[in-house]
């Protein structure tokens, strides 16, 4: 069994950072992209950022030079620095990782997702 367990959100004051941090486990051969997402209240959940197996980073426009997207491969762990918090970015946040896995006599891609964790921004 795979899993993604997400940490790092919080209340925080507008103009301040926070970090996310997410960790795959369990038998993964490899992982493809990585990203996050996040959903506000009564919205649709929408990407917030992307990040390649060789780095290649993608933003929203909204968070494009307040938000960092980086990985470790070596802990299978994707990683979100948000600066310049805006009350808008509060929503819960999601992880979300392809992940290569065992399967029937070949390896998989299996599209894993995170539990959320709440971030507040407040004005």
């Known amino acids: 069994q795979v899993q993604l367990v997400e940490s790092g959100g919080a209340l925080v004051q507008a103009g301040g950072s926070l970090r996310l941090s997410c960790a795959a486990s369990?038998?993964?051969?490899?992982?493809?992209?990585m990203g996050w997402y996040r959903q506000a209240p009564g919205k649709q959940r929408e990407l917030v950022a992307s990040i390649t197996s060789s780095g290649s980073a993608n933003y929203a426009d909204s968070v494009k030079g307040r938000f960092t997207i980086s990985r470790d491969n070596a802990k299978n762990t994707v990683y979100l620095q948000m600066n310049s918090l805006k009350p808008e970015d509060t929503g819960v946040y999601y992880c979300n990782a392809y992940l290569i896995v065992p399967g029937m006599g070949m390896a998989e891609e299996f599209d894993s997702w995170g539990q959320g964790t709440q971030v507040t921004v407040s004005s």
């Open positions: 369990g038998n993964i051969f490899s992982i493809n992209a």
